[in-house]
């Protein structure tokens, strides 16, 4: 994909638990997703997810399965299954802040990402990060361009 030619704008609604991205101002993508359980917020370590400004600073898992689980952000196998407390499954945008109140969101390990956990998207249950469906974040990752801005409220 070439984001030179196109803007490229994600907005996620925590009320509603939906990301939109948007191309030259024409919606193209909408799922639901799951935010923090404990709700909006900047402290590290606090398990809530950060709400302003940003802009997508990595794109990691191109090209591999979906179910693709990572730790570390290093790719460790597709996901057998087992129990997690977050699985971090098939594709990462990783987030940057670039507010002073979430300038600290790329440091705190701030992605979209796919889940292990597929019944609770539509509800509030991650431990920060934007999780959505497998499939969705397959599509939302080919869509979205390094550079990409995020609006998060």
Known sequence: MNGQDSHCCIEVSLDRQEVILFRNDKRVFQAPVSTAAKGPGFQEG????PTGNFVIRERIGEGAPI?????????RG??????SDDA???RILWLEG???KNSNTYCRYIYFHGTH?????GNPASQGCIRLRNR???RL???TPIGATVHIS
């Open 46 to 49: 606090s398990y809530r997810t």
């Open 67 to 75: 179910f693709t689980s990572f730790r570390g952000r290093i790719p």
């Open 78 to 83: 597709v996901w057998n299954g087992e129990e």
């Open 88 to 90: 971090i499954l098939t």
């Open 98 to 100: 670039l507010d002073e």
């Open 117 to 121: 956990a597929e019944d609770q998207i």
């Open 136 to 138: 969705d974040m397959l």
């Open 141 to 143: 990752f080919d869509l």
